[in-house]
């Protein structure tokens, strides 16, 4: 029987970013393996062209490495060479019945953990061993979740299919969409996504979340002509000052009527010293709305602004798509079905639907609309932690309590649509 506490610690301690989840991704193959499942990994399981952001050459190649030195099966991690770590676990019971899926992100983020004394990992010995990355959202916690459930249904004593969607680079909204190219529920009747925390607390249980909004993440490169700063300026044309023109603009963009909007320029980067014309700069910019036709069109406003203030300034440019979501609308018939399975579940006491939950963005949108689209239904559930620190802070910790709660309530979901 699986250690889920032990199980989550381990992935804790072994925080890969987005498209580097080798060793979590080699250990849940390994584990699905182990329960009997098909399982469907490496290029099979994304389409490589469609994925988003995705991390340099050597960066893959640094973390594969490092994968290997901390114990991921070799066999296993050949296969997602290349930033290929999705792993979709495929169990089908004993008749014919629908096709059931749940999504657990994978994924850390770039943060460094505290090593304070009061901090739970760090005081339990199982603080991130890689400094500068960190399980600081909780996807330990959903690939442990999704493993106990994969445990739970191994016995095949169902009628249908159960499909379980370990995805890589959530954050940066990146992985889910190169699942979705690839097909893989084209064929599902039903998909449950989940998050711990999110400021629900342990006991609380929300059926279905809105507030997720419309994302678009854009890397834009500004090409120049570098040229000596106090000599021969004229002859330069400073990709800087065309990328710092094109941020005042975008943050200038106007507010919307019909849908609330945000807008950022995250990242500005450019010139390698104070006497030389910059001939190259690079910015990062995100664009939010509640609407995805709103969120459409400021990203095309943004994307009119970097190609405006490139010209005033005489530089190339390009732009390339690094990450995206769109709204979830959730099924009520699947928010009513995970709540009333909830209040079966010792330790759950409040049950909530439908409630306002605007933590961001989440990928998972587009295998919703996905199964939606193709005639099935979805929801995107919240399940309270209490937690130390807010998501994506070094301090950040769930409590271990609710591992085995929610494993079971998925394991109810699934078995309810699966008898």
């Known amino acids: 029987m699986l250690d889920l506490v032990s199980l989550r610690r381990d992935f804790h301690m072994h925080p890969e970013v987005g498209f580097t989840e080798f060793r979590t991704a080699t250990k849940v193959v390994e584990i699905l393996t182990s329960l009997g499942y098909e399982v469907i990994f490496g290029q099979d399981a994304l389409d490589g062209p469609s994925r988003r952001g995705l991390p340099a050459q050597a960066v893959l190649e640094e973390a594969y490495e490092r994968a290997l030195r901390d114990g991921a099966n070799p066999a296993i991690a050949e296969k997602m060479r290349g930033g290929f770590t999705a792993v979709i676990g495929v169990k089908k019971g004993k008749a014919d019945g629908p096709t059931v899926a749940f999504r657990f992100d994978m994924d850390a983020l770039p943060v460094l953990e505290s090593k304070d004394a009061d901090h739970f990992p760090q005081a339990n010995g199982f603080r991130s061993q890689y400094e500068g990355n960190m399980h600081a959202c909780a996807h330990d916690g959903h690939t442990t979740i999704g493993l106990g459930l994969a445990e739970k249904l191994a016995d095949g004593n169902f009628s249908g299919t159960v499909k379980l969607i370990f995805q890589p680079a959530e954050e940066g909204v990146r992985g889910a969409y190169s699942i979705v190219q690839k097909g893989m529920v084209d064929d599902v ?50 990709a800087l000052l065309g990328a710092a023109t094109a941020l005042l603009n975008i943050h200038a963009i106007t507010r919307f009527s019909s849908a609330a909007t945000r807008v950022n320029v995250g990242v500005l980067e450019g010139g390698t010293a104070a006497n030389i014309i910059p001939a190259y700069a690079k910015m990062i910019v995100e664009t939010r709305s509640e609407s995805e036709e709103v969120n459409a069109e400021v990203e095309k406003r943004v994307r009119n602004i970097i190609a405006s203030a490139a010209a005033m300034h005489e530089l190339d440019h390009e732009i390339e798509v690094i990450g995206g979501a769109i709204p979830i609308n959730y099924d009520d018939e699947m928010a009513d079905l995970a709540l009333e399975e909830a209040r079966q579940v010792e330790g759950f006491h409040s049950f909530k639907k439908g409630e306002y939950n605007a933590m961001g963005s989440e990928d998972a949108s587009f295998l919703i609309k996905r199964v939606q689209d193709r005639g099935g239904k979805g929801t995107y559930m919240s399940i309270g932690t209490d937690i130390p620190a807010p998501h994506h802070h070094p301090k950040f910790d769930i409590q271990e309590e609710i591992l085995p709660r929610a494993v079971e309530l998925l394991t109810r979901i699934a078995k309810r649509l699966l008898t």
Do not use: R
């Open 189 to 238: 009747d039903y998909i449950f996504c989940h998050h711990l925390g999110v400021n629900v607390p342990l006991g609380e249980v929300h059926g279905g979340s809105h507030g997720l909004l419309a994302t678009t993440k854009m890397l834009a490169h500004f090409h120049g002509v570098s040229s000596h700063a106090g000599a021969s300026p004229e002859h330069g044309k400073n």
